[in-house]
């Protein structure tokens, strides 16, 4: 009976689950097949449009553009990284959704009145590369995982530091970007009292507009409804043609 009973559940799940991606081909397009990892990537702008009508927010916006003010050092679009190889294309601007943005700017407001302000060294981050970074690594402390996906990857995520704004210069944050140690830790307090104080204004500014710190990278911040944003694997090229057309 119990065996039986089990069938019967598996049988409605996998009913369930076939309704649920008939649902998403009908509003999202055909982009609905699942990677090898089982999640939904969107690789196509169709699907993305669709996703998009449903929820304004979900704009992927040109980061420039829309905070004039921010100063950006591209870190994977060179080979002033841990990979020490580009792994984007040559770019002058990176995307964020309309939602991370909307905050993002309140948070670059409050900062220039202390006469500071943000760099950005990553925003969104293409699947594929997420894929790449992957391989060397395979530590979800430094790099995330492809099986889950990243915040990088939804367009909600951003890797950013401190800036003064008169000299350009970077607040010391006690270690460099994409440094994987224990020291660029949040935890970590074997640092002098400016670097924690400078760490200390950052994260309370971006918690203060609804991001997220990540317990093991000072410099990574995220809005914490993950689920309620798609993981995108479209090109810097093709969002840029997106967002020009609509503006």
């Not at 699942?34 to 040109?62: F, G």
């Not at 990284?81 to 407001?109: G, S």
């Not at 950005?120 to 889950?148: H, N």
Request: aromatic fraction near 12%.
């Amino acid at each position: 009976m119990i065996m039986k009973s089990g069938i019967v559940s598996c049988r409605k799940l996998l009913m369930v689950s076939t309704i649920f991606f008939s649902l998403c081909q009908l509003v999202y397009g055909q982009d609905t097949i699942l990677n090898k990892y089982k999640l939904w990537v969107i690789k196509d702008v169709k699907t993305y449009k669709a996703t998009v009508r449903n929820d304004p927010h979900k704009q992927m916006a040109d980061v420039h553009r829309f905070i004039p003010t921010i100063d950006l050092d591209l870190r994977y679009a060179s080979t002033n990284n841990f990979m020490h190889k580009k792994l984007y294309p040559p770019i002058t601007t990176t995307y964020l959704r309309v939602a991370a943005l909307i905050e993002l700017r309140k948070v670059q407001k409050e900062l220039a009145e202390k006469g500071l302000g943000l760099k950005i060294f990553d925003a969104y981050r293409p699947y594929y590369v997420t894929e790449k970074m992957w391989e060397p690594i395979k530590d979800e402390r430094y790099v995330a995982d492809p099986k889950k996906g990243s915040g990088h990857n939804r367009g909600i995520a951003v890797d950013l530091t401190i800036i003064n704004l008169k000299t350009k210069k970077e607040l010391d944050m006690g270690t460099g970007f994409d440094n994987f140690t224990d020291s660029a830790h949040h935890v970590f307090k074997q640092l002098p009292e400016e670097v924690l104080q400078n760490r200390t204004l950052l994260k309370n500014t971006m918690e203060k507009y609804g991001f997220k710190a990540l317990d093991s990278e000072w410099w990574h911040y995220f809005l914490p409804n993950v689920e309620d944003f798609e993981l995108l694997d479209l090109s810097f090229k093709t969002l840029r043609r997106l967002y020009l057309h609509i503006y």
